[in-house]
Structure formats: C-alpha cells, structure tokens
C-alpha cells in the first residue's frame, strides 16, 4: 500500500497532534492513520478495530491514545512510543462515544450508548469503577484534575464532567474504593444538548477554576468549578458548538481564552471575562471527601460565582473554513503575543492548519489586560492540509454536526439493504441506502463516513482520480500529493452513484435520475496571490498565504508559486441529462464512456440500458430485456460492443451499432461486475453448447481474435464465474478466495476454500451445492496493457491480486473493516486504487 486518501473529518476531536507538533494522529474508518505534519506521503497505519472509530482522545503528554469504536463497542488504548495496542478493553455493549484521559495518566474514563459509564486503570487495564450516566447518551468527557478539599488542597477523588442529551454533570471518582459520584448541573441553569467541554483557568498543578460547555444551540455555558454556580450563556454559533479546547494564558494575567469550532464552518477565539473580584487561577475550596452515600457533598468557598458582574464569553477572533469544524487541536503551547496556531477538521473533508495572529502585539491593552473584542486587530488564516469525502449527512439541522460520527449506522443494515433493493438498486446504490439509513433514533443520523461508491481515471492521466460519495459529491484527486483538486456538489439530488471520466469532463449518475456532467479542471475563483474563496472558506492563497504561514510559525511549504487554496467548487454542471434513468425508479446506477468519447451508455435501477449521442445528449437507443437494476456497464474496445450486468441474475452483450441484444447469460444470484478477460475461451474451457450467436459475429466486433469475448464476473453466490460471451451458462465457477485462502496455493488453496476440487484444467472449481458462507466479490479491474493481472474487491474488506490466466490468487491485502466499492488500474498500469465503505480510498503499487 502506498498511501491511503482521507480521514473521518466527522468524527469529534478526530484529529491530534502528537508531541512536537511533527506528527498527528487521526482516524480514517476503522484504522488509526500516524500523518507527518509536513510531507503527505508519509504514513502510518495502527489497525486493530473490526469497525469504525466512534470516539478518540490523546493523553496529556502523548505516550498514550485511546480509541472507541462502534457494535462490539471495542476500547484499544495505544502506546504511541512502541506504536502497538497498550490494551483491549471491551466491557460495553454500545458504540462507544467519548474517552478521556486522566491528567496524569493513571486512569481512562469512557462512555457509550449503553448507559454506562467506566474508569479504567492503565497500570493494569482492570476495572476501576462502573457508573449509571445521567445524560443519556453522553456525548463528551472533560478531565479536571483533582477535587479540592476543604482547605484547597487536591484531595485523592479525581474530577471530570461529563455533558451530553441534555445536560451537564460533575464528578468524583475515587480510585482505591471503585466508587463515583455524580452532582447533575439543575436544568433550569442548563436545558440544552451538551457536546463539547472543556476546564479552563487553572495552572500547572492548579485545579481549574472554570468548566466551559458548548452546546448543539451554539451556546457557550460558563460555570464556576468550586461552586458548581452557573456563570453565563453566549451565543457564539448558528449552527451549533461541534468543538471546544481551552488555550492557557496568552497575556501573562492568567486570562481565560478558548477555541470553540462552530457547525456553520466558523472557528472563533473566546476570551472569559472573569466575575469582579475573582482572578481567572482562583480553585477555593471544593468537595469534602466522597461519603459512604456516594453523593459529593458541594462546600461554598469565595461567593465569586454568587454574585458581581463577569463571566461572559466573548469573541475576539474569528475565521471560516469549509464544513462544521468537528475537531480542534493545538499546535504548540500558546505564548503571549505569538500566533496561535492550530489544526482544524471540519465535516466536509478538509483538515486545516490555522492560525489567530495579534497584529502588532495588539493581545494586551495598555494596561495590560485583554482588551474588548478586537475585530481587524488579529490576523486569521487557513491552509489546507489534508483532504478526504465529507460526512455522509441526512439534511438534519446545523446544530445536529455537533454529534457527527457519534453514531454511525451499520456498514450493513439487513432491513436498508432489503429496502434499497425493492426500489431496484445496484449493489453499490443498496450498500450505501443501507448505510444512510442508519439506526433508529434521535441524533443517530445526523453525519457518519461517507461511502465512496465507484472511481474512475481519465484516459492518459494516471495521476487524476475521480471519485462519488454518498457525501453528494464527485472529487477530482491529484495523486502526486493527494490534493483534492475541485468538488462538485448537488444538493437534493440524492447521492452519485455512479462515474465515469473522459479526456477533460467526468460524468457521474445521480439517484435523482439525472446524469451531469463537470470539467476535470475547473477554472479557480480569484486571482494567483489574491484572496480566494474556496468552498465557502476564507482562504489565503499564493505567496502572501506562505508568508504568512511560515511567519506564524506553521511551517507550511509553498507548492510551485504559493500555497494550495484547497478544493475549488466546480459549480453548475457543464451539461446535464434530466431524467437519463427516472428518481422515481431508483436513479442511475451504472455509466460506461466509449472509447472514441462519443457515445455513452447509462443503466438504471429499473433495468434499462440506454445509449446517448455525447455531443447532443440525444437518445440514441433503449434496450429494456434487463428487469433488475443494472450493476456494471463496460464497453469493449471497438466501441462495437458493449456487455452489461444486472441484479436480474443475468448477463448480456450489446451491438451498440445495430442496437440489439446478441447474447445473454443466466447465473443463480445477482451479479456485482464484469471485466473483459484478454485470452480467448479456450483458455479456460471445451468447447460447450448453447450458444445464441455466431462466435464469428462477436469476435468481428471486439471480440479477441479467433474466438468470442471471454468475460469475468463475480456474484451474490460469492463465487468468480468465467464466460464465453456467447454462451448462456458459464465456462467456470470459482470460490471466491475467504482470508484463509487468499495467498494459498494447491491443495492448501483447496482446504481453505471449503473443499473445492481441483478440475481436469487444473483450475479451483467452485463447491457443488449450496454456496459456502464466505465474502462476496463486489467490484474487480484488469490492467489496460498488461496480461497477466486482475484484481478484486469483496466485502470482507481485502483488494485480492490474480494471476492470469491461471487464475490463481497471488495477494490479498485488508484496505478496510468493511467493503470494498470500487476498483481500478490507473492507465499505465503502475497502481491500483480502492475506494471503501469507510471513506478512504487506499492507492496500492504494483510495479
């Protein structure tokens, strides 16, 4: 594997920086991805969860990382020193949605839709202690150091909050006793949906002196740590508070300062303004010792919360990027007068490297306290970092980001795929109904990984990727550094299934029932070195952008003439085809470009093939014998033939020039692809009987010399069948290769894969019977120049390699926890690129 192209920008506190500012960990699907902070190319992968992180969080100092994870409800803490698993805790039955660390690293605390609430010991990975959660589900945790007795001293009860729908809760936790104690902030001081926390105030050793909360109405909620006093509520955003990170002193008077990431794309600096007569380090005194009761007794110290004007946030800068900003971590300690900078990951897809700057060291007044808020007095910028398909969204209101990635639905949802598949979808469109419909109930739906269904390479360009996501959009991929060049987006229009790309347009089908069609290269907003507008954002772009990056100390390289802007909005489609395949009857579902680039050919949800003159956008022809959705088109080279597959069970071949069926093939399930293999039938079988046409007529129009086509598929009976193109039955039935198989070779091969029998040809016959539980191929490729490969993609995750034309698998390689959409070569052959249900598209070298 070479690299793998995206992350979870959805996921809360997805993205973290590592010590030293060099690295930074995120998660991407199922894996935990270890990205230099500087060169694209350099990467890590940590696997060990079965399914898709749900909840992420670092320790103080960074030698630990825990990572929480959906079903199984699976906790891995990773030691980042050794890079390997420190511990698999695995006591909840629910997706797990928050984790934090302890401030010193003693204790994991974690939470999940379970109701539960656990402390774990890191010494050991025992249980500490068990707890019913108030707040149901919990959505974020805070550490607050330790709870003060009542001369101010930290006593032995560790503190934290925890927030989520609705309300808000502090805790005790002592460790020797495995006990808890839970003190719920009243409603009437608090009745909104909590998702983010974060203490703030204290210094080093200190126990801090305010709790900051954000909420899912865009509030941030003030309360006094000690006296438990409710401070203040702030607006701050209209679409929510998605993130929230306290930033220590940046005047030297102990000021409280936080960055709050908002779900309208807005990132603001906050400054608190601490009530009269209390200083922003102030800890009084706190809880007695937790009683045998197990309810903490709260002791009132200062009456500084009780009274006296203060305690309100306000904004002192802000900037905005694309998508609701889900993640936020620092760059380095903040230092007064100095820039602030920090990553941002928004929903959309971009990971931002930013910064607040003080313009002429306008951060202190003159008497040397914070002034109001500032507007121009600081500088903001953004630079693109990282890229990847936005979250998979439901049109849930802005406010409901805040919970991206907390719940995400099943990669398989039985009753999604059974509802998907009665509206005549493909394969591909089913597996992604099924993933948008996700579980039942409130706030379950709100954002998730988005699946990237199909992919597709322009002819000569093997470093231009094009690929659709169920996040309703179509990306153009720079492989060179994994930039994503333009995004085109469609609202109400469902999700494109489907594309294909030509020499300087790609071509996607859309559930809506229309095909649209956008330039490869579409022209960016603005000038070179100006301020450009990309995809909503604010961003610096040219040579003024890596000047002022590299002054703020973020170490951005400048590409060519200055910085990348990040993806450009490719705007209204350059032409589009209304109703290629009525929404109605299940959209478009497969798209095939001939090679001459003048003719394409769409397939539908409900069976129909039809042909289009490209230049006109005219119907050429409708062939209508299909009665399930079409799965895969693929046009022969000649453009003279055209082969299609479809979830009716069956598979034809076209003659697109007198536009009528010349042969058709029946299989006992539903087939998921077809590729055209390059050796004729006999390679593979006798000659057989049943044919429907001449082989003279098929191998005049494409068909490989001295005989008919000879094609590959693989099905729902989770095998790989071999046809000759005019034959009804297959030549070859082969087990599709399980994880025991895969790499196997002779009679281990044929233990592995349930028993088969070796044929007289030599070849690995498929089970007689019933077919064998195992995975099921969904998508595969052969090399456009090259003979001896193909490639495969299943369900259980893995790309697998064949040699041709024994067909016999060589390789096989886990690119995802769940399945496999997408396949291709790129053109000369070297790589090969796999698009997941996880969002990530995995770029594989074979050379």
């Not at 594997?1 to 996921?11: D, K, R, S, Y």
């Not at 003024?544 to 200055?562: E, H, P, Y």
């Not at 429907?692 to 989770?718: D, I, K, P, Q």
Request: glycine share 14%; hydrophobic share 45%; with cysteine.
């Amino acid at each position: 594997m070479e690299h793998v192209i995206g992350f979870t920008g959805c996921l809360r506190d997805g993205a973290q920086l590592l010590p030293g500012g060099g690295q930074f960990v995120c998660a991407q699907g199922s894996s935990l991805m270890v990205n230099s902070a500087e060169d694209a190319h350099e990467q890590q992968a940590l696997r060990g969860h079965n399914d898709n992180i749900s909840a992420i969080c670092v320790s103080r100092s960074g030698r630990l990382l825990a990572t929480g994870q959906r079903t199984e409800a699976d906790i891995i803490v990773w030691d980042l020193e050794r890079r390997s698993v420190a511990y698999r805790l695995q006591e909840h039955d629910g997706t797990v949605t928050a984790l934090c660390f302890t401030d010193d690293e003693r204790v994991l605390l974690s939470a999940a839709t379970d109701g539960i609430l656990f402390a774990w010991d890191l010494a050991s990975g025992a249980l500490v202690a068990k707890g019913r959660q108030l707040e149901h589900p919990t959505m974020c945790i805070a550490s607050g150091g330790f709870v003060l007795d009542v001369k101010g001293n930290p006593a032995s009860l560790y503190q934290f909050a925890t927030g989520g729908c609705p309300g808000l809760s502090f805790w005790a936790l002592e460790p020797t006793g495995g006990r808890f104690a839970q003190e719920k902030v009243p409603s009437t001081s608090l009745a909104r949906d909590v998702t983010a926390l974060a203490f703030a105030g204290g210094a080093e050793g200190v126990a801090p002196a305010w709790l900051l909360a954000g909420t899912g109405s865009g509030d941030v909620a003030v309360f006094h740590v000690s006296t438990r006093a409710f401070l203040s509520s702030t607006n701050v955003s209209t679409g929510g508070v998605a993130s929230l990170v306290a930033v220590s002193d940046l005047t030297h008077r102990g000021a409280v300062h936080a960055l709050v990431g908002g779900g309208d794309g807005t990132v603001m600096l906050c400054h608190l303004a601490p009530p009269r007569g209390a200083s922003a380090g102030y800890g009084g005194s706190g809880s007695e010792p937790l009683p045998a009761g197990g309810r903490a007794r709260t002791v009132r110290g200062d009456a500084v919360a009780s009274g006296g004007a203060g305690g309100a946030v306000s904004v002192v800068a802000s900037l905005r990027v694309a998508g609701a900003v889900c993640s936020i971590a620092l760059l380095q300690a903040p230092r007064a007068g100095a820039a602030l900078g920090f990553l941002a990951a928004t929903a959309d897809g971009v990971l931002y490297r930013a910064a607040f700057t003080p313009a002429g060291g306008a951060a202190r007044g003159a008497s040397g306290a914070f002034p109001a808020p500032l507007g121009d007095a600081w500088a903001s910028q953004a630079v693109p970092l990282r890229f990847a398909h936005g979250a998979a969204g439901e049109g849930l209101p802005p406010a409901a980001t805040a919970f991206a990635g907390m719940f995400p639905p099943p990669l398989a949802s039985p009753s999604g795929v059974t509802a998907a598949l009665a509206s005549g979808a493909t394969a591909k469109a089913a597996s992604a109904g099924a993933l948008l419909a996700g579980p039942a109930g409130p706030l379950q739906a709100a954002m998730r990984c988005p699946d990237v269904l199909a992919l597709a390479f322009p002819p000569r360009a093997s470093d231009v990727l094009v690929t659709a996501g169920s996040d309703a959009s179509v990306r153009v991929w720079d492989l060179n550094d994994y930039a994503c060049t333009s995004v085109a987006h469609v609202s109400d229009a469902g999700f494109p299934v489907c594309v294909c790309a030509g020499t300087d347009l790609h071509i996607s089908g859309w559930q809506d029932g229309c095909v649209r069609a956008w330039l490869l290269k579409p022209a960016a907003p603005g000038m070179a070195g100006a301020d450009a507008v990309a995809s909503g954002s604010v961003i610096r772009s040219g040579r003024r952008a890596g000047a002022d990056a590299a002054g703020a100390g973020l170490g951005v390289r400048r590409a060519g003439a200055g910085a990348a802007a990040g993806p450009v909005r490719a705007g209204s489609p350059l032409w589009f085809i209304q109703d290629a395949h009525p929404g109605r009857e299940g959209g478009v579902t497969a798209i095939a470009l001939t090679g001459a680039e003048r003719m394409l050919l769409t397939g539908g949800a409900s069976g129909s093939v039809r042909l289009w003159d490209l230049r006109s956008r005219g119907l050429l022809a409708t062939f209508k014998e299909h009665a399930a959705a079409i799965a895969q088109l693929v046009v022969l080279p000649g453009d003279g033939i055209a082969v299609s597959v479809s979830r009716d069970k069956t598979l034809s071949t076209w003659d697109l020039g007198s536009q009528r069926r010349l042969s058709v093939g029946t299989h006992p399930g539903a087939i998921n692809a077809v590729a055209a293999l390059p050796y004729p039938s006999a390679a593979f079988s006798a000659e057989g009987s049943g044919a429907e046409l001449a082989r003279g007529t098929l191998a005049s129009r494409g068909g490989v010399a001295g005989g008919s086509v000879t094609l590959v598929t693989c099905s729902s009976t989770r095998t790989v069948e071999v046809w000759d193109g005019a034959r009804r039955d297959p030549l070859l039935v082969l087990d599709y290769p399980s994880a025991a198989a895969a790499g196997a070779t002779g009679a281990a091969a044929r233990a592995a894969a349930g028993g088969a029998a070796a044929g007289s040809d030599g070849h690995l016959a498929a089970t007689a019977g019933e077919p064998r539980a195992g995975p099921e191929g969904t998508c595969m490729a052969l090399p456009h120049s090259r003979q001896d490969m193909m490639v495969t993609g299943g369900t259980d995750g893995r790309i697998t390699f064949w040699e041709l034309p024994a067909l016999r698998v060589v390789g096989a390689h886990v690119a995802t926890a769940g399945a496999v959409r997408d396949v291709a070569f790129s053109p000369d052959d070297r790589q090969v690129v796999a698009t997941a249900s996880d969002g990530t598209i995995s770029v594989w070298n074979v050379y």
